[in-house]
C-alpha cells in the first residue's frame, strides 16, 4: 500500500465510493486476469476523471493490469461489481450480453461488459461501428463465443438497428410475412431471445462522479505527490517545471504516460525503475493547438484518440516531418531520419522530456501518406510500417523532396535517405518506380537470420508498400491536374485502400419447436446459459477468485531453458535466500511416482524440451515466488540429437508409438489404371489453446489421512486424481477433485491438469501449506502446449473427369517429448481422414513422432481439423489438374449412399447431402462465383475466392468404456434438486442443456425450486444428460403412485409424503455407454456411435499486394438432430468455426531452431478479435434423426476460409500466368498469401541461400 510523503494515503474512488483503505478495494474478483499485458481486455474497467479546464468528466476504458495504481489518484474506478449484481440490480448491458448468449465459459464477460458500458456512458445510443471498434479497439478477446452474440447484445442499444439489419429496415427480413425466404424455409426460427424482456437503458441510473474527486481537480493549490513503496517511489509533479526539476535529479526515471511500453518491459523484461515520474494530468502536457499551419498537440494527450477524432482531411494531409519540441530551455527536434534511427546526438537528453509535437500541415503539390502490414488488421504490431512523403515542384510531377521511413524492418525506424536523395528531380513515373524499387531494397537490407523472421516477405513488403504509395500519389496528382497527369488504370484503384472494417450481420436458423408441445417444456427452446447473469455479474467464481486460505502459498514454475540437455546441477541457494521464499521443489521431492505413464512431474537428471517443469518455487507472494523462480541456477550440458521438427524426427526414427492404419481396395493395383497420379506434401503447424483463464489449481492438504483437495479447472477430474495419487504414493480416494467451471478448456484441460495437479500436490505435501498455481499466459502457452503440427504426405490417382481411383495418404504428427493424447490423435487422423469422401482403393496410416517439443495434446476436433486439410487440399490439387472446379470434383467423390467407412462402419450419408446441397443453394453458390470472377477480373491487386467444404465428424471413442457415464440424483425436503454427476462445464452449457431434458425438467418446477448441480470426481465424460435423464425417471417413477393420489398437489407436498412413505429420494443414472470398438490389427471397426454433418462456404477477399485477407460472408449449415437448445448449440458452430478460422489463418506458434516457443502472448500470437469474423454470418441448423454433439465438428468448418484463400491466390496466380498447382499450407497467413501471389516484387527481392545461414524462426510440422 503506498502513501504519501505527508502521510496521505492514496485517494481513489472505487464503485462512486471513495476508498481510502486498502480493505475497501479487495476481494472485487470479477475483474478477470488473462494475459497481464494489456493484451485480452478481460481485466478492463472504467476509469473516470474530471477535468478542471473544460469541467467535463471524461469515462475512458482501461485495462487493469498494466494500470499502475498509483496513477488513480483523484480517479474514480468502476469495475464491474459497480455496474450491477445479481445481490442488487443487474445493469442492461449485463443482462442483454448475458440473454443474447454472449457467454459462453464467462472468463472474458466482465471484461466486454465493461467495454460496452463504457461506450454507454460517453454515448448511450452508440452506432453499430461503435460497438464494433469499442470491443475491436479496446482488444476485447473472446476464445469461445465467435463475438457474434457479444456484438449483437451491443447493437440492442444502438437507436437505428435491431439485431438482423439485412436491409437495413430496422427489421429482420425473417420476421416479415412478406420475406421471399420465409417461404422457402418453413418452420424456421430467427430468435435466440427476446427483446421484449430487456430492461431499458436509462443513463440517470448511473452512479454520480464523486464531487470530493471535482474539489480535488479543481484546487489550485496543486502539490506534488510522492508515494513510497516496497522497492520503488512514485512522484507526480504538481507543474512543468516542478517535472523538469524531478527529471534533473532523477535522470534514469522513466516517465509513466499510459504505461503500455513501460508496464510489460517491467513485468516480462526484467526491467527495474526505483523511481517512477509521472506527469499524468499535468494541464503543459494535455492540451491540442491548431493554427493555420499545424496542429500542436501536448505530450500527455492521447494520441491515438486525437487521430481518430480528427478523423479525415488533416491528418491525412498531415507533413511527415513534423518537429517536436523538448524541454529544459525549450528546443526543437525535427522528427528526422537521424531522431528515428535514434542517433545519440539528435536523442533526448536523460533530463529532458517532450513536451508537445507539432505536425505541420501539408500544402500543395505535397503527399504523406501512412503504410503499414500487420497479422491482423486490429490490434497488431505492423510486419512492416511506413511513412513517406513526397513534394513536388509545383504544378509538376519533379519530385523535389522525398522521405522515406520505414518501421520493423532493423532495430529502429529506418530512412531511405540515400535512395530519396538519388530520386530527387525526378519524374513521378514507373521508370522512377522501378529504380526506386530496386535502390530501397539495396539500401535497406534485412538479413536472413533477422529477429522476427518473415525475412523474404518483409523485403517484399518494403516495395510493395512503395508501390502503394506510388499509387497514392499518382491518384493525387490527377486529382489535381486530370488533364497533366493520367490516373492510374482501373484495375489498380482497389490497392489503395485497406479492408474497411463493417459491422458483422447475419442471420441464426434453428428448428422451431413443435406449436403442441406445452409451454413448462424447456426443450427446443434457446435457454440462457445457467450461469450466464454471474458471467456477466463477475459473481460466477474462477479458481483464482477464490477467496486466500490461511496459511496459503504461492507457486512459480522454474522451467528448462534447453531443449535435449543433462541437468549437471541445481543451485537453489540465491532463491531460498530472498524474501517470502518457503521452499523450492524439485523431483526429489516428489513421494510416489515422479513420472507416470511417461508423463514426467519435475525433470530429473535431464530436460526433454524447453518449458519442462524443473522446479517450482513456494513463496507467500507470487511475486517473491516467481523473483525467486528467476534466481533458481541450472547448468545442463547438451545432449544429442536435439529433434525439434517432424523432418527431423523422420531423420531419427524416432516415433512415439507404432503406426496406426487402416486400408481399403488394392492400391498399387488401382494406380496402375488410373489417367493420373499426383504427389503432394502439406503442412499444418500447430495452435494454442488461448482459454481465458490460464491453468488454475488451488491444492489444499488436509490434516489427516494424507487426504488432499484439489480445486481445478479440469476436462478430466478423474485423471488428476489419478495423477496426484501415483505422485504422492496414497490411494486415490484420498485425493478429491473439485471443478465448478472453466474459463476455456477445449482441450488443454484434458490432459496437463493432471501433470500440473501432481506437481501442485507434491508443492502442498513438502510444505504442508495450500498451494495456489496459477500460470501466467506465457508460462502457460510455453509448458502445456497445444495442438499437433502435422505433415501429410500424398499419392493420388485418379480418372481425367476428377473421379479419384486411389489414395495413399500418410500422417506425421509432432507430438513432441512425452505421449500425452498423442496416440488417440493419431487414431483420429486415421480413421476420420477420408472426410465425406468415398475412395474405393484407399490407405491411410499415421505416426505420432517423439521431439522434443513441450507435449502437444487434446485439442477441439482431435486431429481431425489437420487431417481433413490434406484431405481438401488433394481434392483441390485433384480438380486443377482436371480443369473443373474443386466443388464439382468433391460431389463426384463424395459419399452418395448408404455406405461403409473405410474401416468398414456403416453409415448414411444422407444429412451430408442435404447439408452440402443446401448450403451450395441457399449461399447462392453458383451465382456468387461467377460476381467473384468477375470482380477478378476488374481488379489485379485484389481477388475474391469463394470455397466449399462438407464435413462428416465422427463424435465419440473407439474404446466402449470410455463412452460410459453416471449421475446421482437426490431430492431434498423442501423439493430442491441436486444432481452430482461428472461432466465438466467448460462453456459448453452442459449444465444448461440437463436442466432442460425434459425428464430433469419434470420436476418442472425449475424456476421454483433452484435445481443446484454439483460435481464429483467420477470417470465419466459424455452422454451426462442422458444419464441424468435415467435418475429422473426412476425418482419420478417412484413418485408416481403419490402424485396420482394428489393430481392437484404441490410439488414439495409429494416430497413430503414421499418422505414420510420412506420412499428413497436419492437415484443413480448410469449410461453404460456406446458399445464401440477398433481392431487396428484388421483395421475394422464400429468406432464411432455416430456421425455428424455439415457444409460450409466462405468467400474471402485476398489483397495481392500486402497479403492481407477479408472474410466477406460465412454460410453453415449444421447437421444438429433436433437441438435441446439451439442457442447453445449455434453458439458451439460459431465459436468452433471461429476458432477454426484462426487456426487455418492468423495463428502461428513461432519456434527457434533451438525449440524455444516465441509466442507467448496475446501480442505475439493472434486468435480471432472482433474485426475478423465474416462480416456476414448465416448458419442453419438442420434437422436429422442423428444425436448430436457439436461442439468440436465445426472447428474444421473454418477450413473454407482457408480454401477460399487458396481460390483467391489461384485467381491471381492465374492471372500473372503461374503454375496452377501450387502449395498453400496451413496457416494461410499474410505472409503465406504474399508470397504465393508471386509478381514483380517477390520477383525482385534478394533471396538467400538457406544452407548459409540459420533462421531465426522455423515451421516444426
Ligand atoms: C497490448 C498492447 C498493444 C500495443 N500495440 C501497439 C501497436 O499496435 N503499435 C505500436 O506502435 N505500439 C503498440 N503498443 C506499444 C505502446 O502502446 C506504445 O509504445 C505507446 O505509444 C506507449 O505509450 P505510453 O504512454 O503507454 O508509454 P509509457 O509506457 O508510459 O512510456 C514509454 C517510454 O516513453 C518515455 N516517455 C513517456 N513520455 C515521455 C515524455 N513526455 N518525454 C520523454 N519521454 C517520455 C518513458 O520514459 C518510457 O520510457 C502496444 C502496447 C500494448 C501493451
Ligand atoms: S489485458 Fe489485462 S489481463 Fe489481459
Ligand atoms: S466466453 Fe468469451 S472467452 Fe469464454
Redesign the pocket.
Known amino acids: 500500500w503506498y502513501k504519501t510523503q505527508e502521510n496521505m494515503l492514496l485517494v481513489i474512488s472505487m464503485q462512486g465510493g471513495k476508498c481510502r483503505n486498502q480493505s475497501s478495494l479487495v476481494r472485487l474478483t470479477g475483474t478477470k486476469y488473462s494475459c497481464g ?3 485480452c481486455g478481460a481485466c478492463t474497467v472504467m476509469v473516470s476523471r474530471y477535468n478542471s479546464t473544460t469541467k467535463a468528466i471524461h469515462h475512458y476504458p482501461a485495462t487493469a493490469c ?1 494500470v499502475p495504481i498509483c496513477s488513480l489518484y483523484g480517479a474514480a474506478v468502476t469495475t464491474v461489481e459497480g455496474v450491477g449484481s445479481i445481490k442488487t440490480r443487474i445493469h442492461p448491458v449485463q443482462e442483454r450480453l448475458a440473454k443474447c448468449h454472449g457467454t459462453q465459459c464467462g472468463f472474458c464477460s466482465p471484461g466486454m461488459v465493461m467495454s460496452i458500458y463504457t461506450l454507454l456512458r460517453n454515448h448511450p445510443e452508440p452506432a453499430p461501428e461503435q460497438i464494433t471498434k469499442a470491443l475491436g479497439v479496446e ?1 476485447n478477446l473472446c476464445h469461445c463465443t465467435g463475438y457474434r452474440p457479444i456484438v449483437e447484445s451491443g447493437k440492442t442499444f444502438c437507436v437505428e438497428s435491431t439485431v438482423c439489419e439485412l436491409k437495413g429496415s430496422g427489421k429482420c427480413c425473417m420476421d416479415q410475412e412478406d420475406g421471399s425466404l420465409v417461404n422457402r424455409w418453413e418452420k424456421m426460427c430467427t430468435k435466440l431471445y427476446d427483446e421484449d424482456e430487456f430492461q431499458p437503458l436509462d443513463p440517470s441510473q448511473e452512479p454520480i462522479f464523486p464531487p470530493e474527486l471535482i474539489r480535488m481537480a479543481e484546487d489550485p493549490n496543486k502539490r506534488r505527490l510522492t508515494f513510497q513503496g516496497e522497492r520503488t517511489t512514485w512522484i507526480t509533479p504538481a507543474t512543468l517545471n516542478d517535472l523538469l526539476e524531478l527529471k534533473a535529479n532523477f535522470p534514469k526515471a ?11 518491459s517491467i513485468k516480462f523484461k526484467n526491467e527495474f525503475h526505483p523511481v517512477f515520474i509521472s ?1 499524468l494530468g499535468l494541464p503543459e ?1 494535455h492540451f491540442v493547438n491548431t493554427t493555420d499551419d499545424g496542429v500542436t498537440i501536448g ?1 500527455g494527450y492521447t494520441l491515438l484518440k486525437h487521430l481518430r477524432t480528427l478523423a479525415g482531411a488533416q491528418i491525412r494531409n498531415m507533413a511527415p516531418a513534423p518537429s517536436f519540441h523538448h524541454t529544459s530551455h525549450l528546443s526543437l527536434i525535427p522528427l528526422n531520419g537521424p531522431f528515428l534511427e535514434r542517433s545519440p546526438e539528435a536523442d ?1 537528453k536523460s533530463e529532458e ?2 513536451s508537445s509535437v507539432y505536425i505541420p500541415y501539408s500544402t500543395q503539390w505535397h503527399f504523406v501518406f501512412g503504410l503499414r502490414m500487420a497479422q491482423r488488421q486490429e ?4 510486419i512492416v510500417n511506413a511513412g513517406m512523403s513526397v513534394k513536388f515542384e509545383d504544378g509538376t510531377n519533379t519530385i523535389k523532396k522525398l522521405q522515406m521511413f520505414y518501421g520493423s524492418v532493423g532495430p529502429t525506424t529506418v530512412s531511405a535517405s540515400q535512395t530519396c536523395k538519388q530520386l530527387i528531380g525526378r519524374q513521378w513515373d514507373d521508370q522512377m518506380l522501378s529504380d526506386a524499387c530496386r535502390w530501397v531494397l539495396d539500401e535497406i537490407y534485412i538479413p536472413p537470420a533477422a529477429e522476427g523472421g518473415m525475412v523474404e516477405y518483409r523485403r517484399t513488403l518494403i516495395i510493395s508498400l512503395l508501390f502503394k504509395f506510388y499509387l497514392k500519389v499518382r491518384r493525387g496528382l490527377n486529382q489535381m491536374d486530370p488533364q497533366k497527369f493520367p490516373d492510374i488504370p482501373e484495375k489498380f484503384m482497389s490497392a489503395l485502400e485497406d479492408f474497411p472494417i463493417e459491422t458483422p450481420q447475419g442471420i441464426q436458423m434453428f428448428q422451431c419447436v413443435d406449436p403442441h408441445q406445452p409451454p413448462q417444456d424447456p426443450v427446443g427452446h434457446p435457454v440462457m446459459h445457467q450461469s450466464a447473469i454471474k458471467h456477466t455479474t463477475g459473481e460466477a467464481v474462477y479458481i483464482d477468485d477464490m477467496p486466500c486460505i490461511d496459511q496459503e502459498l504461492f507457486l512459480a514454475p522454474i522451467t528448462s531453458t534447453r531443449a535435449h540437455a543433462k541437468i549437471i546441477s541445481i543451485d537453489i541457494s540465491e532463491a531460498l535466500a530472498l524474501p517470502g521464499v518457503v521452499d523450492v521443489i524439485t523431483a526429489e521431492d516428489v513421494p510416489g511416482d515422479n513420472n507416470y505413464q511417461g508423463e514426467i512431474f519435475y525433470a530429473q537428471n535431464e530436460v526433454i524440451c524447453v518449458g519442462q517443469i524443473v522446479g517450482t518455487v513456494a513463496a507467500d507472494t507470487y511475486a517473491h515466488a516467481r523473483e525467486a523462480a528467476k534466481k533458481v541456477k541450472i547448468a545442463y550440458e547438451d545432449i544429442e540429437p536435439r529433434i525439434i521438427t517432424i523432418e527431423q524426427a523422420l531423420k531419427h526414427n524416432s516415433f512415439l508409438f507404432d503406426e496406426k492404419k487402416i486400408e481399403q481396395g488394392n492400391v498399387e493395383q488401382a494406380f496402375k489404371y488410373v489417367d493420373q497420379i499426383i504427389e503432394g506434401e502439406v503442412h499444418v503447424e500447430g495452435q494454442e489453446h488461448f482459454y481465458m483463464e490460464t491453468s488454475s489449481i488451488l491444492a489444499l492438504p488436509k490434516e489427516e489421512d494424507k487426504e488432499m483437495v484439489l480445486h481445478l479447472g479440469t476436462q478430466y477430474p478423474t485423471r488428476v486424481q489419478e495423477y496426484v495419487a501415483a505422485a504422492l504414493n496414497v490411494p486415490r480416494n484420498r485425493i478429491a477433485c473439485r471443478m465448478k467451471r472453466t474459463g476455456g478448456a477445449f482441450g488443454g484441460k484434458v490432459a496437463k491438469p493432471a501433470v500440473l495437479g501432481a506437481v501442485s500436490a507434491v508443492a502442498a505435501n513438502k510444505t504442508g501449506r495450500p498451494i495456489r498455481f496459477i500460470l501466467e499466459r506465457g508460462d502457460d502457452m510455453l509448458i502445456t502446449a497445444g495442438r499437433h503440427p502435422l505433415l501429410g504426405k500424398y499419392k493420388i490417382g485418379f480418372m481425367n473427369n476428377g473421379v479419384i481411383k486411389a489414395a495413399d495418404v500418410e500422417y506425421y504428427v509432432n507430438g513432441g517429448c512425452t505421449p500425452d493424447e498423442s496416440e488417440m490423435v493419431v487414431e483420429f487422423i486415421v480413421l476420420k481422414s477420408e472426410n465425406a469422401y468415398y475412395i474405393p482403393n484407399f490407405r491411410c496410416r499415421g505416426r505420432a513422432c517423439k521431439t522434443n517439443l513441450p507435449s502437444n495434446t487434446a485439442f477441439r476436433g482431435f486431429g481431425f481439423p489437420q487431417g481433413t486439410v490434406v484431405v481438401e487440399a488433394y481434392i483441390t490439387a485433384v480438380a486443377s489438374q482436371c480443369n473443373l472446379p474443386p466443388e464439382e470434383v468433391k460431389e463426384i467423390n463424395m459419399y452418395k449412399r448408404i455406405s461403409k467407412t473405410a474401416f468398414k462402419q456403416t453409415f448414411n450419408p444422407e444429412p451430408l447431402r442435404r447439408c452440402w446441397k443446401e448450403c451450395l443453394e441457399k449461399s447462392s453458390f453458383y451465382t456468387r462465383k461467377l460476381a467473384a470472377e468477375e470482380f477478378n477480373k476488374k481488379n489485379y491487386w485484389k481477388k475474391r475466392g469463394l470455397a466449399i467444404v462438407p464435413m462428416k465428424f465422427c463424435i465419440g471413442i473407439p474404446t466402449a468404456y470410455y463412452n460410459q457415464a453416471a449421475t446421482l440424483v437426490h431430492i431434498y425436503l423442501d423439493g430442491s434438486v441436486l444432481v452430482t454427476h461428472g461432466g465438466c462445464e467448460l462453456g459448453q452449457g452442459l449444465y444448461t442443456k440437463m436442466i432442460q431434458v425434459r425428464s430433469v425438467s419434470v420436476f418442472s418446477n425449475i424456476e421454483e425450486y433452484a435445481c443446484y448441480i454439483q460435481l464429483n470426481n467420477f470417470f465419466l465424460r459424455n452422454a451426462i444428460t442422458l444419464n441424468a435423464q435415467n435418475a429422473c425417471q426412476t425418482l419420478m417413477a417412484r413418485l408416481h403412485p403419490i402424485i396420482r393420489k394428489n393430481p392437484k398437489g404441490k410439488w414439495e407436498d409429494w416430497i413430503a409424503k414421499a418422505f414420510e412413505k420412506s420412499i428413497s429420494l436419492s437415484a443413480t443414472g448410469y449410461f453404460k455407454g456406446y458399445q464401440t470398438n477398433m481392431d487396428w490389427e484388421k483395421g475394422e471397426g464400429n468406432a464411432y456411435p455416430y456421425y455428424v454433418y455439415g457444409a460450409a462456404c466462405s468467400e474471402v477477399e485476398v489483397n495481392c499486394l500486402t497479403g492481407a485477407h477479408k472474410l466477406l460472408r460465412t454460410d453453415i449449415f449444421m447437421d444438429a438432430a433436433f437441438s435441446i437448445n439451439p442457442a447453445l448449440d449455434i453458439g458451439q458452430v460459431e465459436g468452433a468455426f471461429i476458432q477454426g478460422m484462426g487456426f487455418y489463418t492468423i495463428e502461428e506458434l513461432k519456434y527457434s531452431p533451438e525449440g524455444v516457443l516465441y509466442s507467448r502472448s496475446p ?1 505475439d500470437y493472434k486468435i480471432p478479435t472482433v474485426t475478423e469474423i465474416p462480416e456476414e454470418f448465416y448458419v442453419t441448423l438442420v434437422r436429422s434423426q442423428n444425436p448430436i454433439g457439436l461442439g468440436e465438428a465445426g472447428m474444421f468448418l473454418g477450413s473454407s476460409v482457408l480454401f477460399a484463400i487458396y481460390d483467391a491466390v489461384a485467381a491471381a496466380r492465374r492471372e500473372r500466368g503461374l503454375a496452377k498447382t501450387f502449395v498453400l499450407s496451413s496457416p494461410a497467413t499474410p505472409e503465406m498469401i504474399r508470397m504465393t501471389c508471386v509478381d514483380q516484387f517477390t520477383d525482385m527481392i534478394p533471396r538467400d541461400d538457406p544452407s548459409t545461414f540459420t533462421p531465426w524462426s522455423i515451421r516444426v510440422s
Open positions: 499485458g494489456g493484451g498494466l482488444r522513466p516517465l509513466v504516460m499510459g504505461n503500455t511500453e513501460l508496464g510489460p506527469p502536457l505530450a533526448l522530456i517532450v490490434n497488431a504490431f505492423a501480442d
